[in-house]
């Protein structure tokens, strides 16, 4: 099997299993929070085990010291887990997974201002796209059943929280950020677990949060290894997949209409970054030739 195929294997199964996210959390019945506190723990617990098999505690020593921007990264990524199940609970998934499609948006403009990298002017163009479906949707929110501008900040925040986890990791890249990755969910349940009375649930509820917790944790390595052996504009693509399968998903199995503003924003947002993506993977192509393309 070739590293391309491979990598598109790895990252598809990433994309594919983290689609049920939401629908796990529309499903879980218990505050907020405590799915946050189950999805850390469930989800940190599975990965580390993953990472101690893989790469020894070495690795998540040596992560652990690689500076500020390793604990920017480390907290970024935690806060994360805990302000997209509020909003979840807050909005509908569709705008959900809408908004945080826009995170390359926030990523570029922090790098630019981090990182001292230019803003291009086809990520220009693409900006002023996503922030325009942004406002769609924001728009919506006021005329959708089961969507608010309360959840669809919470969106907002995971976007732009990500990217800030995104734009330190860059900062230490000659230190690998994957072994943090589950030290990140299980400081979230740690972080929770004061707020929280999460052995109160009952039978059904444990085998919800158990199977939540293998889903994400299995996105998780997914969505780590494959972009390995594959370009990040590819990643980017199938990523977006996310973002169209996970509403249908709870549309068909909870009737949720996303409703026509989130169905309008979303497309706007997915396409100005698909076509963003699809330009970037096109000129890297032409630029690395069939040689170097079958050598991916």
Known sequence: MSDQLKGLLITM???LFVVPDSLFIRLID???LEISFWRGL????????????????RSVTAALRGGPYAYVYLFAMSGTGILFTLAVSHTSVANVVFIIASMPVFA???SRVFLGEAISARMSLTMVA????LGIIAYGSGETEGASLTGDLFAIAVSFVFAVALTAARKV???SMVPML???YLLCAVCLWPFVQPFQLGQAQYYLVALHGLF????SVGLALGPRYIPSAEVALLILLESVLAPLLVWFALGEDPGVYALIGGAVVISALGVSNLVVLMRKRTKTGPIDRAAL
Do not use: Q
Request: aromatic letters at 6%; glycine letters at 10%.
């Open 13 to 15: 199964m990433g994309v």
């Open 30 to 32: 218990v505050p907020p």
């Open 42 to 57: 469930s989800t940190g617990a599975l990965v580390l085990v993953f990472v101690l098999a893989r790469s020894g505690a």
């Open 108 to 110: 570029a403009i922090l």
């Open 130 to 133: 996503v922030f325009a479906g």
């Open 173 to 175: 890249r000659s230190v």
């Open 182 to 184: 589950p030290v990140a």
């Open 216 to 219: 994400i944790a299995i996105s």
